[in-house]
């Protein structure tokens, strides 16, 4: 790489969508040369079968990258990131992994940091972008840098929605049409989940999620949860100072999907 020439980085799972598209497009505007790696990492899930069923769609994938203008494409094999019985690092990446995604996924960050990790030492990139979908995972990530010292500068860029408010996902590849149509009530959720903070308090708000998911016989909430962006516990706190930020992770047909929304602003 020539001098002074900056590598921007987008660690992806593939199945991409127009969400990983932005990040390298992000990527491109800030950094002189972009590469994506795509993996799907077997030690961050925590279910065996959502594993089998993720989507792979490689060729797809590296057509829509050219397409894009990505500099370069990281495939590595499981064999070549795990090699001789490698086993996952755990790490401490508290505040941040102990509720929500850490609590309801066990080992799930390890197999995230440890993967990340990896990849950076590889590519070693000097910016790195991380959708918000997965806010907790980039807050996960930033504690990574801190921890290991890594060089690379992290970079949060806002969640990519389908026009009816459906975060983009390449778990929503696994919905039905059916399904599909209605999983944006998780996204309608979180909007009068926010409504309701201008002048309800956080139990109350809690209680009305539950109630709305009691009368959708197809969805299976897994949480709900108002925490603050500044260390990811729950709060009780609705006012900016505490940047209040409502998550939720729920089953639809089998294919759990994630979201989030800020309360304020």
Known sequence: MGANKTIGFV???GALHSGHLSLIEQSKSECDY??????????????????EKYPITTELDLKLLKEV????????????MYSNNEKVEHFDFSPF????????????FDGVG??????????????????EKDFQQLKVIEKLVEIKNYST?????????EADGLAMSSRNKRLSDEHRKKAVFIYQV?????KQAISHNVSEIKNWVIDAFSHEEEFELDYFEIASELDLQPTSSLNSEAKPRA??????????LIDNLALNG
């Open 11 to 13: 660690p992806t799972m």
């Open 69 to 80: 203008g990505c500099d370069a494409v990281f495939l590595p094999t499981v064999e070549e």
């Open 153 to 161: 500068k992290i970079v949060g860029c806002p969640i990519v929605r």
């Open 114 to 131: 440890t993967i990340v990790g990896k990849l950076f030492e590889t590519i070693e990139p000097d910016i790195s972008f991380f959708g």
């Open 190 to 194: 979180l909007k009068n989940a926010k």
């Open 247 to 256: 998550f939720i992770a729920a089953y639809l047909g089998g294919v759990r």
């Open 97 to 108: 992994d102990v509720s929500m995604e850490g609590s309801y996924r066990p080992g799930h």
């Open 34 to 51: 972009t590469v994506c790696s795509i993996f799907v990492n077997p030690t961050q899930f925590n279910n065996a079968e959502d594993f």
